[in-house]
């Protein structure tokens, strides 16, 4: 009798176990965002985001899994249960927050200034007249808005911005700095530059959206951050894919 009840427990927890090593959770990502989410050579949804992802669910017990889902009704199909969560560098804000619940922040972003190598411009306001582009419904095409006599010019990828500023179709553009970065010092490093930093009064940060309520995966994700910065991970994959 004790050898059968032994056994039973040993296959309980065998299942339950296994149970837990196979929670997947499916994110959402608008893949077009290089270096933290993109599309690489070999079709792959790669980045930054999906690295840290990938480390956390190793640490939680949690397998992520990547939909490439286009920026516009992101959030919406969030709401719609499309998916579980959200994971396409996006920014924490109060007006995001009364919508949608948030893991703890796993990066801390600012918004670039992009213009041509030979523009004089330093800020947003020597734009005054001028096309400045931006993703739309990001806080950077938001930062664009806020500016008065300035142009705005929404895309929905922040790779078409670029492509336009490049050949001289809009003036600039505003976007978070690790993806300025990925464009102006690598991509068009022969043409374009970064000619500051927006300043701004709050400090930014990414976070994995969920909807609201679901407090079983935010737990996960929360626990899965909490290790990889404990752990030091996060700053050996911003030398990786963002370097210094």
């Not at 990828?157 to 670029?162: N, T």
């Not at 300043?199 to 930014?204: F, G, I, L, N, S």
């Amino acid at each position: 009798m004790l050898k059968k009840i032994i056994m039973i427990l040993v296959a309980l927890s065998t299942l339950y176990g296994t149970a837990w090593a196979e929670t997947k959770i499916v994110f959402a990502t608008d893949a077009t965002w290089p270096p933290m989410e993109f599309v690489n050579a070999q079709k792959q949804i790669v980045g930054f985001s999906v690295d840290f992802l990938k480390a956390a669910g190793k640490e939680a017990g949690f397998t992520p899994v990547f939909k490439n889902t286009a920026w516009d009704g992101i959030f919406a199909g969030l709401a719609a249960g499309k998916y579980d969560a959200i994971s396409s560098s996006v920014s924490i804000t109060e007006q995001r927050k009364k919508a949608m619940d948030f893991s703890e922040p796993y990066f801390t972003v600012r918004q670039a200034l992009i213009v041509p190598k030979s523009s004089s411009a330093k800020t947003l306001a020597d734009l005054k007249g001028k096309k400045v582009g931006g993703q739309i419904g990001t806080t950077g095409y938001f930062a664009i808005k806020e500016v008065k006599g300035v142009i705005p010019k929404s895309y929905d990828e922040i790779g078409l911005a670029m492509e336009d500023l490049n050949v001289g179709r809009i003036d600039a553009v505003v976007c978070d700095d690790p993806v300025a970065a990925n464009y102006a010092l690598d991509k068009y490093k022969d043409k374009l530059k970064i000619a500051a930093v927006l300043k701004t009064d709050k400090v930014e940060n990414y976070g994995f959206a969920v909807k609201k309520g679901n407090k079983k995966i935010l737990d996960l994700l929360n626990r899965g951050i909490e290790a990889v910065k404990a752990k030091g991970i996060d700053q050996q994959l911003k030398k990786k894919w963002i370097g210094q």
